[in-house]
């Protein structure tokens, strides 16, 4: 069965700090990953996307990673801000089928 | 210019009512989708629309009719609202399919059943 899990769940850090969000996923077959920031009360947006053969991408102050060996993705934030208050959710497709998998999110609070 | 939007973006209703959310999009994309995320936050598809047709209708209750007159709208008619049907409703659209595609989504419209 295709799942996305990620963690922490919730996450509260200080504004201008850096933080690391985790995706592990075991859907196959693999097509690409993507994450996803969602400010309250808006929809998804698409931060960045890494497909097979990518190990790391970039977005500004964000930096995704992927280990397709491992089934794992990373979100790295640098010196956060308080816009970056948000749920960030992975999404994962795979190969040849019409849906995809989404994880449950990760909710991150930047305080002042 | 708002690319993927979806009225009302609150909705008020009492149990038994029928209601209906409209969505639009102007990026030219083929496919369409309806998503509905709980209080949990977690989004799960509903159905997805490519050229107006049909081609994902997850297990939803019949009480629920996706209807789309032509790839730039797909609407989503509600019978009968239990309080279950209470959450927050994604429009989205995508240019392939989602394997492929990037999801462009609405702003959502918060279904409160009473």
């Known amino acids: 069965k295709n799942q996305v899990e990620q963690s922490p769940q919730s996450l509260i850090i200080l504004e201008g700090k850096n933080c690391t969000l985790q995706?592990?996923?075991?859907?196959?077959?693999?097509?690409?990953l993507r994450w996803y920031k969602q400010d309250t009360g808006r929809g998804p947006v698409s931060l960045t996307i890494?497909?097979?053969?990518?190990n790391t991408k970039s977005n500004g102050r964000y930096t995704a990673t992927l280990d397709a060996d491992t089934k794992q993705s990373s979100l790295h934030i640098t010196a956060s801000q308080l816009s970056d208050s948000a749920s960030y959710i992975c999404?994962?497709?795979?190969?040849?089928?019409?849906?995809?998998?989404f994880g449950i999110g990760t909710k991150l609070q930047v305080i002042p | 210019d708002t690319a993927v939007s979806q009225t009302p973006k609150y909705l008020v209703t009492q149990m038994g009512n029928d209601k209906s959310i409209k969505c639009e999009q102007n990026?030219?994309?083929?496919?369409m989708y309806w998503y509905k995320q709980d209080s949990k936050k977690f989004l799960k598809i509903m159905f997805s629309?490519?050229?107006?047709?049909?081609?994902i209708n997850e297990t939803v209750p019949n009480r629920f009719s996706p209807k789309s007159p032509d790839k730039a709208h797909l609407n989503l008619h509600i019978n009968s609202l239990e309080l279950g049907d209470s959450a927050v409703y994604f429009c989205?659209?995508?240019?392939?399919?989602?394997?492929?595609?990037?999801?462009?989504f609405g702003e959502g419209s918060r279904l409160t059943v009473l």
């Open positions: 999404v994962v497709s795979a190969r040849g089928y019409q849906k995809v998998t």
């Open positions: 989205a659209s995508s240019l392939l399919t989602p394997y492929t595609g990037e999801l462009f």
């Open positions: 629309y490519n050229n107006k047709e049909l081609i």
């Open positions: 990026l030219g994309h083929d496919t």
């Open positions: 890494m497909t097979f053969s990518e």
């Open positions: 995706c592990n996923y075991t859907v196959s077959p693999f097509s690409n």
